[in-house]
């Protein structure tokens, strides 16, 4: 089923019953909930705060699928549809469960486009990528793992409110602890890279971070245009920085782009260059605009998949250039449990690998799934903002061998949900869980959270900044990808001329530069428009 849908619940006397159990399981998780937004933790045996004890953490409520209208009403089950046809999932479904992603390369790679002037393909754009590109003040776990903070608020459109389930891990303390790195840089130097702001710019920002990278840290240097190259083997740090610096500016750009070779021959690297208690992972550095040998994400890591789950080794992928190829990279770290970012200039170069370089490349997370349940006595309809290609069956969230994401230290996970409330709604609204496993261990963990209805009182505009922030950029995600008939528009959506106005006061009021590039991304767009 598409979660990507909107969900239309169904008040029924199956309902009703399920509205029992729901409040049975709620008030046994009340013991273990504080509050709104909160953690009932207790301590385990590694010091970490988790709520995997004797009597488990509140379950996300198992709503059955499939339609029960019908019973009640006689009416005719199935699909409904909305006022332009667009096909409703069958309804009741009151859960939602995806993949955690922390990819930010859809945003990235818009703003590099809206610069040059022209509009981002709409299917490029990712709401998901917008959202989880700024900052945001959820409270963090003391240990590994996650905290849930749930909150709310009303846009202008009737009964239609923005839900953000945030999930956070403890902070990245750069001088703190945190296994070796093994790190093997797989770079594109095909004859496309030779483009400024391409392959000098890679090798720039392995340069600096080699710098910033420890003594017990190794790296590994694999190369390809039409055929790949292991330019340097896994190599301690140590005394050898100088020649990893040497290997790494001696590099020029050759012919065409054999990615599916340079990432078969980057994964084989890393497993002869394979350290025990490090974390292993494969850093690829491309434009992704394979052009020779094997050009799909799956089949390509079809013939790595044996190195990649038996030694855990993930992939970070790092898209540069003007012309870009976002699916094939975006596809690839899916597949490779890891995620992309995109950089465009030294500045966003040096931000990636110096001051986000702990969560770049350690993990304090594994196969790490959410779960949202929507309470069906307060809840009529509702939508999850993006996360198109992170679905997960709902009977798999606590099947540990169906993957998830992979989160590093000082990561938040943003998941935003268009709510449409039932008519004088109140209590219960939705209860989310976030389940993933040890990155040593694999020992799996669960931590819940949950809102009640009165959190969406306030109306978006006088909530908190970071909220407004987060609407904002997916609003922007909005409207960016119409064009493409298979997204609605959201509720609440707002001109690109009044969301520049809105970005630009949160801007001033933040004071963060990052909220100050969103409102010139939109004013560009503003501009391309017209």
């Not at 009703?16 to 008030?27: C, S, V």
């Not at 770290?333 to 490349?361: M, W």
């Not at 109140?426 to 809102?451: C, F, K, N």
């Amino acid at each position: 089923m598409g979660k990507d849908h909107i969900r239309t619940a169904a008040v029924t006397t199956r309902g009703r019953r399920l509205r029992a159990t729901l409040l049975a399981l709620t008030a046994a998780g009340a013991m273990l909930l504080t509050g709104c937004g909160s953690n009932g933790e207790s301590d385990s045996s590694d010091g970490s705060k988790s709520r995997n004890d004797a009597t488990g953490p509140l379950p996300a409520p198992a709503y059955p699928s499939g339609s029960a209208q019908g019973e009640q009403n006689g009416e005719q089950s199935g699909e409904q549809q909305d006022d332009e046809g667009r096909e409703f999932a069958p309804s009741p479904d009151y859960l939602s469960t995806f993949a955690l992603d922390v990819d930010t390369a859809s945003y990235g790679y818009a703003k590099r486009t809206l610069a040059d002037g022209r509009m981002p393909d709409p299917s490029t754009v990712r709401p998901e990528e917008f959202v989880n590109s700024f900052r945001q003040d959820y409270e963090r776990p003391e240990g590994n793992g996650f905290s849930v903070t749930i909150d709310g608020a009303r846009t202008e459109d009737e009964d239609w409110s923005l839900v953000r389930v945030g999930l956070a891990t403890r902070a990245d303390e750069e001088d703190g602890e945190r296994p070796p790195a093994a790190l093997t840089f797989v770079l594109d130097v095909s004859g496309s890279m030779a483009e400024p702001g391409r392959l000098d710019l890679a090798k720039d920002s392995l340069g600096v971070m080699t710098d910033r990278l420890r003594d017990d840290d190794s790296v590994a240097l694999v190369t390809f245009s039409d055929e790949a190259e292991t330019v340097l083997p896994m190599t301690r740090l140590g005394d050898n920085r100088g020649r990893v610096h040497y290997a790494i500016d001696s590099l020029e750009p050759q012919s065409s782009t054999n990615l599916g070779a340079g990432v078969e021959t980057g994964y084989a690297t890393a497993t002869e260059g394979l350290r025990k208690g490090a974390t292993n992972r494969v850093v690829l550095v491309s434009d992704a605009l394979a052009n020779t040998g094997d050009t799909d994400a799956d089949t390509i890591l079809e013939r790595i998949e044996d190195n990649r789950r038996e030694h855990g080794i993930t992939l970070f992928g790092v898209g540069v250039g003007s012309d870009y190829g976002d699916a094939l990279m975006e596809r690839l770290a899916d597949k490779g449990d890891g995620h992309t970012t995109y950089v465009s200039d030294t500045e966003g170069a040096r931000k990636v690998f110096c001051e986000e370089l702990p969560q770049n490349i350690d993990l304090t997370a594994r196969d790490a799934k959410a779960q949202v349940a929507f309470d069906p006595q307060t809840v009529e309809q509702f939508r999850l903002i993006g996360y198109d290609n992170r679905q997960v069956a709902d009977e798999d969230f606590r099947n540990d061998q169906v993957d998830g994401g992979e989160i590093g230290p000082g990561h938040t996970v943003t998941a935003l949900y268009a709510v449409r409330t039932k008519p004088g709604a109140s209590g219960h609204l939705a209860t989310a869980s976030v389940r993933w496993q040890d990155p040593d261990t694999r020992t799996p963990h669960e931590e819940s959270g949950q809102v009640e209805a009165t959190a969406l009182e306030r109306s978006l505009w006088n909530s908190s900044d970071r909220f407004q922030v987060t609407a904002v950029a997916a609003y922007f995600a909005d409207a960016l990808r119409q064009g493409d008939d298979r997204w609605p528009r959201l509720p609440g959506s707002l001109p690109l001329s009044e969301l520049e106005s809105r970005a630009d006061e949160l801007a001033n009021s933040t004071e963060d530069k990052a909220v100050r590039e969103l409102a010139d991304a939109i004013e560009a767009a503003t501009r391309a428009e017209r």
